[in-house]
T-cell receptor, first 114, second 115 residues
Framework: SAVISQKPSRDICQRGTSLTIQCQVD?????MFWYRQQPGQSLTLIAT?????????ESGFVIDKFPISRPNLTFSTLTVSNMSPEDSSIYLC???????????FGQGTRLTVV | GENVEQHPSTLSVQEGDSAVIKCTYS??????FPWYKQELGKGPQLIIDIRSNVGEKKDQRIAVTLNKTAKHFSLHITETQPEDSAVYFC??????????????FGTGTRLLVSP
């Protein structure tokens, strides 16, 4: 399985500011995804990060709020923009080598907005 | 779209007992069913998965069963140990071809194994 590193592991941010989360994989992967996990809840897919093109967002998530970059096959960033307390969640990066193979997760970024 | 229900939400067992977590899915086209274990402060870890062409898969103390007719699948943990305590998530997706089919997760089961 791939080794996935997320930075930062946690942060406390002021409302109205933005935070960029980085996801680095130790090998080239086909698919990279970003999930949100609200406190005590399940995982919800935010978007699929596409290399060299705009991310594909799920219903309820928009690019202006969650801009995503994926400059190559091993790295992606998720920005949480203009944060409010409702954005307090764990944000998780996930990767898969191929569309039909397993998906693995990073350790997550625990975000608290005050 | 796909909907995955998971039960129970919490499960307490004594060390050495077995634990069973059940999930149902709505989309009969789903063909891939992974299970993840999430410990406090960590990301989900894939522990076992099953594809629709088999009915059961086992890996040491962990097994997963799939009933395609009833559209449900279950995680079985035998001889539970305190380190099995975590939140477990089931998921479902449709895999095939070159297109990505997203994982839809259940609501999670908090398993507590008491010594």
């Amino acid at each position: 399985s791939a080794v996935i590193s997320q930075k930062p592991s946690r942060d406390i941010c002021q409302r109205g500011t933005s935070l960029t989360i980085q996801c680095q994989v130790d090998s080239q992967v086909t698919m990279m995804f970003w999930y949100r996990q609200q406190p005590g809840q399940s995982l919800t897919l935010i978007a699929t990060a596409n290399q060299g093109s705009e991310a594909t967002y799920e219903s309820g998530f928009v690019i202006d709020k969650f801009p995503i970059s994926r400059p190559n096959l091993t790295f992606s960033t998720l920005t949480v923009s203009n944060m409010s307390p409702e954005d307090s969640s764990i944000y998780l990066c996930s990767v898969s080598g191929q569309p039909n193979t397993e998906a693995f997760f990073g350790q997550g970024t625990r975000l608290t907005v005050v | 779209g796909e909907n995955v229900e998971q039960h129970p939400s919490t499960l307490s067992v004594q060390e050495g007992d077995s634990a069973v977590i059940k999930c149902t899915y709505s989309d009969s086209a789903s063909n891939y069913f992974p299970w993840y274990k999430q410990e406090l402060g960590k990301g989900p870890q894939l522990i076992i998965d099953i594809r629709s062409n088999v009915g059961e898969k086992k890996d040491q103390r962990i097994a997963v069963t799939l009933n395609k007719t009833a559209k449900h699948f279950s995680l079985h943990i035998t001889e539970t140990q305190p380190e099995d305590s975590a939140v477990y998530f089931c998921a479902a997706s449709k895999r095939g071809g070159t297109g990505f089919q997203k994982l839809v997760f259940g609501t999670g089961t908090r398993l507590l194994v008491s010594p």
